[in-house]
């Protein structure tokens, strides 16, 4: 995931917001993707905001968009232990299928 | 999630052996891919596949190969394992009915170790 990066780890204290960032590169993306990983499991889609969107919010999840400096956040309000998992992000890709391209994961730690 | 087996889950093999990683869906859903997850890259596209018989390379297809008979069976095969290819395999599958915006439903993994 070249193309999508992301800081490899983050701990915040339960109760606390959490703030996961992203850049990326493809300014043609048309959706950005943030997934949730919890140990042992595969990945679960969180949210998606589309690329003429700045913000989108969904109960504790903010997803904020800067378009310009391909620049993305996920932020969890009041967060709690068991948001503790990997965060991707990930950007779509034009072509047939759709596939896309992923972060390398932020691994969020929870502490009491 | 979206009815998505992979099997086995686990498996250590030697290396220069052949393996092939299974991945069944039941959703009937018509785009399936596989991803490989390695620490510090994230998820790294292997193959997809858009319908039955239609395959195409991701960013990382080098030394596997992909195979698409059925709908919902997707297979991948390493067809001379090497130590490099030690990871955990993703299998994903996506609809074409929900959308632009169909999201991935992920399998919970294959962990395969190369010795």
């Known amino acids: 995931g070249e193309d999508v990066e992301q800081s490899l780890f983050l701990s915040v204290r339960e109760g606390d917001s959490s703030v996961i960032n992203c850049t990326y590169t493809?300014?043609?993306?048309?959706?950005l993707y943030w997934y949730k990983q919890e140990p042992g499991a595969g990945l679960q889609l969180l949210t998606y905001?589309?690329?003429?969107?700045d913000m989108k919010q969904d109960q504790r999840l903010t997803v904020l968009l800067n378009k310009k400096d391909k620049h993305l956040s996920l932020r969890i309000a009041d967060t709690q232990t068991g948001d503790s998992a990997i965060y991707f992000c990930?950007?779509?890709?034009?072509?047939?299928?759709?596939?896309?391209?992923f972060g390398s994961g932020t691994q969020l730690t929870v502490l009491p | 999630d979206a009815g998505i087996t992979q099997s086995p889950r686990h498996k250590v093999t030697e290396t220069g052996t052949p393996v092939t990683l299974r991945c069944h869906q039941t959703?009937?859903?018509?785009?399936m891919y596989w991803y490989r997850q390695d620490p510090g890259h994230g998820l790294r596209l292997i193959h997809y596949?858009?319908?039955?018989?239609?395959?195409d390379k991701g960013e990382v297809s080098d030394g596997y190969s992909v195979s698409r008979s059925k709908t919902e069976d997707f297979l991948l095969t390493l067809e001379s394992a090497t130590s490099s290819q030690t990871s955990v395999y993703f299998c994903?599958?996506?609809?074409?009915?929900?959308?632009?915006?169909?999201?991935?439903?992920f399998g919970n993994g294959t962990r395969l170790t190369v010795t």
């Open positions: 493809d300014s043609s993306s048309t959706y």
């Open positions: 994903a599958t996506r609809s074409s009915h929900e959308g632009e915006n169909s999201p991935l439903h």
């Open positions: 596949s858009y319908g039955v018989k239609d395959t």
């Open positions: 905001i589309f690329s003429n969107m």
């Open positions: 990930a950007e779509s890709k034009e072509g047939s299928a759709r596939q896309l391209t």
């Open positions: 959703e009937n859903h018509r785009y």
